[in-house]
């Protein structure tokens, strides 16, 4: 009789329930916060068509977890959030404008493992699609604000603009 691994893969974990029950807070924590200023929650498939993701990542592209179906469809695990929301507002071309989504979830990266450094971990994403205005950016830095203040984290947030590198910029 062989014996099989009972253990995670490597870079993978269980969160026991004492665990999640913290996870949970900060989870409703954040989206609290979102809801506030007026987010949506979005859901993505953990698996995108392998096309999607390829050729979005650069160097990073090499830890893209992928694998072939049986029925020969290439698809690969969510990388991140950015790619999925792109693919989202393409096939809803209809979304009201400006769109202002959040989503948490798990992402992966087949990278190799370091303390504190997963292959699935969970990312919080929010973005405002369609509006190119200064405020827009300000709302974002305001949310980011209120959620590490709700979660008694005290951050600095430094801005900056690469226009400010060229004196010849047209944005001066």
């Known amino acids: 009789m062989s014996k099989f691994n009972l253990s995670t893969p490597k870079g993978f974990r269980d969160f026991l329930p004492y ?14 916060c979102f809801a506030k200023f007026g ?24 830890l893209i977890y992928q694998l072939t179906t049986k029925g020969g ?18 096939e809803n071309p209809n979304l009201p404008k400006p769109f202002k ?25 929010g973005d405002i699609i369609g509006s190119s205005s200064a405020l827009t950016d300000a709302e974002i ?8 203040a709700d979660l008694r984290l005290e951050v600095t947030i430094k801005i900056n603009d690469r226009a400010i590198l060229n004196p010849w910029t047209k944005n001066m």
């Open 19 to 32: 665990q999640m029950i913290k996870r949970q807070y900060l989870i409703r924590k954040i989206t609290d």
């Open 73 to 90: 469809d290439e698809l690969a695990l969510r990388y991140d959030q950015t790619v999925p929301l792109a693919r989202v507002v393409s």
């Open 39 to 62: 987010f949506e929650p979005l859901e993505t498939p953990a698996l995108e068509y392998e096309q999607t993701l390829k050729g979005k990542y650069g160097e990073e592209e090499k």
């Open 101 to 125: 989504r959040y989503q948490i979830q798990s992402v992966w990266r087949g990278e190799n493992t370091q303390k504190g450094r997963y292959r699935e971990f969970l990312q919080c994403d």
């Open 141 to 148: 830095l305001n949310l980011v604000l209120e959620i590490y």
